[in-house]
């Protein structure tokens, strides 16, 4: 018999226990706490619709403010159209620390009207006394659940993206979602790291629409990408959306690390043919620079 929790699509205090004490190595006191801050602002209520306007406002313009003179959005419209009521998944490839802020806050602007989370690598936004403020500052706490790199805490991360698809088939967010799982590094945009099975588990388990992007072009250098996006001096940024991802027969697959990964690669292959067109639309051949600016 299913509990409570399960038949809203949320997170048991089986599974969040895990989260908070799971793993041979538990959580510091500064880890512990601004997980169970963000999780009590993920509950229907006055800090949840406040930090839901805050992401569709403030995070959405600074973002675009120093970007938009350099990117160029591709694929709008095979986009479905949003229900807030409804959870989407994005994929993206991960060449900077800022690929799904770009991303999404394009499609904040244009009226996405989910709360927005991003997984991201624990170090410094949650074992530094500073984290907290950066998560709050820049993302109006998109910035969760943490993952940790250190496999004494490989239990944490499970539990992690099992509360993820959990939210997802609670409805009403927008997860991003890398399934390479760390930054590519060297100078081909083209290319992909392999595809890890946790995005996959996620994708899996919450059952929603999934929207491939591909995006090039940003730097990892936050001073010098602002300095350069604001004179419009910068790397031109092209976005590519493409439509939900078909996963085939794979949604009715049994769970198992072998479904998820080629879960997850599916996931890559469709950014992969994203990829291909912005090459494309980069040197010319299918479009000329003035009319692919979606602006």
């Known amino acids: 018999m299913q509990s409570r929790s399960e038949e809203a699509g949320e997170p048991d205090d089986v599974e ?21 801050f963000v999780r009590a602002s993920l509950q229907p209520g006055a800090l949840d619709r406040s930090i839901r306007v805050l992401q569709r406002s403030v995070g959405q313009w600074w973002i675009r403010a120093v970007t938009m003179r350099l990117s160029h959005v591709h694929g709008l419209e095979r986009l479905p159209a949003w229900n807030a009521d409804e959870s989407v998944v994005c994929v993206c490839n991960h060449r900077s620390f800022y690929d799904l802020y770009v991303v999404t806050a394009e499609l904040v602007a244009r009226g996405l009207p989910q709360r927005l989370l991003f997984p991201v690598r624990s170090t410094f936004f949650y074992d530094h006394p500073l984290g907290p403020f950066v998560n709050g500052a820049m993302s109006f706490f998109a910035m969760y659940p943490p993952i940790f790199r250190d496999r004494r805490r490989a239990a944490h991360n499970l539990a992690a993206l099992d509360e993820l698809a959990a939210l997802l088939r609670r409805g009403g967010f927008f997860v991003g979602l890398h399934p390479e799982g760390t930054r590519k590094k060297d100078d081909d ?28 072009g940003l730097q990892n250098d936050f001073v010098k990408q602002v300095r350069t996006g604001v004179a419009g001096t910068g790397e031109t940024i092209h976005v590519v959306y493409g439509a939900p991802v078909d996963f085939g027969g794979l949604m009715r697959a049994p769970g198992s690390p072998r479904t998820y990964k080629r879960v997850a690669d599916r996931c890559l292959e469709a950014i992969g043919e994203l990829a291909q067109e912005e090459k494309s639309i980069r040197n010319g051949t299918t479009h000329n620079a003035a009319a692919a600016r979606a602006r």
Do not use: W
């Not at 969040?16 to 169970?36: F, K, N, V, W, Y």
């Open 16 to 36: 969040l226990d895990m989260l908070e004490m799971g793993g041979e190595l538990p959580l510091t006191a500064l880890e512990r706490a601004q997980i169970r």
């Open 189 to 216: 945009p083209y290319s992909f790291l392999p595809a890890q099975g946790g995005v996959g588990r996620v994708v899996h388990k919450a059952r929603c629409t999934v929207i491939p992007v591909f995006v090039n």
